[in-house]
């Protein structure tokens, strides 16, 4: 199981941005599709975003569909999530995950310990 670290978290007004990042080690994640999830305060984890090995194919939940962008860097082993236009229902403890494979297959088999981003009004 690769070992995942979420960055760059923190309180932002709404209306402002944040960029998490996930840091992959232990093993590479470039064959991998990646996913972002979150949980807020008494509710179940929803998903977020997910892109393809390749970055090719991405989807995205409604709600953060064309404010949010996930991206990755192969290269450097690491997943960006790009917030923008963040509102107050957006606060949550956010998590990254690893698809067991290339894509889509909504089976992860290893998850960041996870990032809060709270976003105030």
């Known amino acids: 199981q690769v070992q995942l670290v979420e960055s760059g978290g923190g309180l932002v007004q709404a209306g402002g941005s944040l960029r998490l990042s996930c840091a992959a080690s232990?093993?590479?994640?470039?064959?991998?599709?990646m996913a972002w999830f979150r949980q807020a305060p008494g509710k179940e984890r929803e998903f977020v975003a997910a892109?393809?090995?390749?970055?090719?194919?991405?989807k995205y939940v409604d709600s953060v569909q064309g404010r949010f962008t996930i991206s990755r860097d192969n290269a450097k082993n690491t997943v960006y999530l790009q917030m923008n236009s963040l509102k107050p229902e957006d606060t949550a403890v956010y998590y990254c995950?690893?698809?067991?494979?290339?894509?889509?297959?909504?089976?992860?088999?290893?998850w960041g310990q996870g990032i809060q981003v709270t976003v105030s009004s």
């Open positions: 232990g093993r590479t994640i470039g064959s991998r599709g």
């Open positions: 995950a690893a698809d067991r494979t290339a894509w889509n297959s909504k089976i992860y088999d290893s």
């Open positions: 892109i393809s090995w390749n970055g090719a194919l991405t």
